[in-house]
């Protein structure tokens, strides 16, 4: 019976947040990419390939072939949750007038979960043939377009769909809009990108049987209503150096913020009406062929174990290496060394397959 209480109690504690507008759409914050972990997400002002889709679609139009692939999978909470990324980007016309789409997947899901509503019966006997397996996953569908105003300035867009599903419990639709710039200038980089510009709505819709709702009742748990969960614009402002440190090395330091307004974060500066979070990234280029990277993020104050009266600030340091190989790329990012903040570290790999380049006709 502890087992039916313990689940209804989590179910609900998932509904009762879900319409909450702080930290709504959270999936859509993890990032994408071997490269932005290592970076901890420092990437906005210079990211220049297929991965822009996310962090800055104007990036995309410093995409130097005609066509990208690129996937990424990592584990989160020992494998518990999976994050998953497929998408690709193709410019539409000449060097001289960038334009580029895309079209990416992104899905995070937590997969198996015993539902155990039936597993104790009317009489109060326990029947495990009676519980069964749902998942809990967020799904984003994103379109790309990017275009070079001139060669220091370009901009871009995404228009996405969001569907998050819990099991037959609920669901919902989305959809959103993001917004983003860069500027280059000499070793200069800098960007802004406002996600969410347009106010992202999530249709919630509660599909619970009756029966359901009566267990829901019986165990004093609260049945979930349809209803909409708003995501608030974020804005995200970055400013980057690159320059040759020698004939073969390239350095790029960039330092990132993102700005939200949708109720207090546990940030380096919070309050109700304005959050602050930083980030800031390191990269060494060898060739274009090897990268070294390295990353300082996710500032939180925590409180102390030995006196809970006490907060300290907290961070999240990430290291990663990128590889090229002919034509493919291998990045690859740990997340969290040696598990300083409270989040556990996670291994992150993605692949980008270059198409050769060619020249493009008008």
């Not at 209480?5 to 759409?25: D, E, G, K, M, P």
């Not at 690129?70 to 001289?96: C, N, Q, R």
């Not at 608030?232 to 320059?243: E, R, S, V, W």
Request: glycine share 8%; aromatic share 10%; net charge positive.
């Amino acid at each position: 019976m502890k087992k039916q209480f313990s689940f209804l109690f989590s179910i609900c504690f998932v509904f009762n947040h879900l319409f909450a507008q702080t930290y709504s759409n959270e999936f859509l914050a993890i990032g994408v990419g071997g490269r932005a972990h290592g970076m901890s997400g420092a990437v906005t002002a210079t990211t220049n390939d297929l991965y822009s889709s996310y962090w800055n679609p104007a990036g995309l139009t410093q995409m130097q072939n005609p066509l990208e692939l690129g996937v990424m999978h990592a584990e989160w909470f020992g494998g518990v949750a999976k994050y998953d990324f497929i998408g690709f980007a193709k410019p539409l016309s000449s060097v001289t007038k960038k334009r580029t789409i895309g079209l990416s997947i992104i899905r995070l899901g937590i997969d198996q979960i015993p539902y155990t509503l039936n597993l104790v019966g009317a009489d109060g006997s326990i029947n495990y043939d009676n519980v069964s397996q749902f998942s809990a996953a967020d799904y984003a569908i994103q379109m790309s377009y990017a275009q070079e105003l001139n060669k220091n300035l370009s901009i871009g867009g995404n228009m996405k769909i969001i569907r998050r599903v819990i099991g037959t419990m609920a669901s919902a639709w989305g959809v959103g809009a993001d917004l983003g710039v860069q500027y280059r200038a000499g070793h200069w980089r800098l960007a802004a990108v406002g996600r969410d510009i347009t106010t992202t709505y999530n249709a919630w819709t509660a599909t619970l049987t009756e029966e359901e709702k009566q267990v829901f009742a019986r165990t004093g748990n609260t049945i979930p209503k349809s209803s909409v969960e708003i995501t608030k614009p974020t804005l995200f402002l970055a400013a980057a150096y690159q320059a040759p440190l020698s004939k073969d090395i390239n350095l790029t330091v960039e330092a990132d913020a993102g700005i939200a307004t949708d109720g207090q974060r546990n940030v380096l500066v919070s309050s109700k009406a304005f959050n602050l979070d930083p980030r800031f990234g390191l990269e060494l280029e060898y060739q274009k062929n090897i990268w070294l990277r390295a990353g300082l993020g996710n500032f939180q104050r925590l409180k102390n174990e030995q006196d809970p009266t006490k907060k300290e600030l907290n961070m999240q340091p990430n290291i990663g290496v990128g590889l090229r190989l002919g034509r493919l790329t291998v990045d690859y990012a740990l997340t969290n060394i040696g598990n300083v903040s409270a989040v556990q570290y996670s291994h992150i790999f993605s692949l980008k397959l270059d198409f050769k380049s060619k020249q493009i006709n008008p």
